[in-house]
Each structure stands twice: as C-alpha cells, then as structure tokens.
Nanobody, 117 residues
Framework: QVQLVESGGGSVQAGGSLRLSCAAS????????MGWHRQAPGKQRELVAT???????KYADSVKGRFLVSRDNTKDTVSLQMNSLKSEDTAVYYC???????????WGQGTQVTVSS
C-alpha cells in the first residue's frame, strides 16, 4: 500500500503564488508517474501536471507557463509551484501516484486551494 500526504494549500489573491508538496511512502513501484489532479466545485476531476520518474513533465493547457511540477526521486516527493494564480484555479488539489501508463493508482486526501479575485 502507498500513502500520499499533501501540504501547502491555502488562500491567495489572484496573481499570487502557492506551492504544494506531496510525500509518498509505502511500497512504491518504479518507474511511475507522480503529479497532481484537481477538482473544482461542480466539475470533473482533471489532470493538472505530472512528471515521470525520468523527469518528463506534462501539463494541462490551462496551467502551462504558470505552474511548474518537480519531483525528488530519492525522497519520493512531488511539488507543484503555482504562479499567476487565477480564480478558476480554485479547487481541491490531489496528489497522485500513477502507473507508467498514466493510470492513477493512489490518491492523496486533497488540499484546498482558493484564489480570490
């Protein structure tokens, strides 16, 4: 079993920045993909950004150029630096650990990000 623990959510004004972090523990299989999904009220959960064990990043079009995903394979952590935040970024953000094919296997408990305009 794998546990994912997120930290770093909160409230910020539009244009501000936040950084999310996630630490994975347990029986972690490599290679894998770690990253972030989010779910806004009334909307489906969507991929935000992910990174493979090898360092290949993938971003949703809506966050390209504003968000930066990074990971530390030695510590099994993944982070999301969110800049130029917009009100539409308001959501619960979930850390995910995925198979190499991109299938989410484990989810964190979620952390709220609220951006006020």
């Amino acid at each position: 079993q794998v546990q994912l623990v997120e930290s770093g959510g909160g409230s910020v004004q539009a244009g501000g920045s936040l950084r999310l972090s996630c630490a994975a523990s347990g029986r972690i299989v490599r290679p894998n993909i770690m990253g972030w999904h989010r779910q806004a009220p009334g909307k489906q959960r969507e991929l935000v950004a992910t990174m493979t064990t090898g360092g290949t990043a993938k971003y949703a079009d809506s966050v390209k150029g504003r968000f930066l995903v990074s990971r530390d394979n030695t510590k099994d952590t993944v982070s999301l630096q969110m800049n130029s935040l917009k009100s539409e970024d308001t959501a619960v953000y979930y850390c995910t650990l995925q198979s190499p094919m991109g299938v989410p296997k484990y989810w964190g408990q979620g952390t709220q990000v609220t951006v006020s305009s």
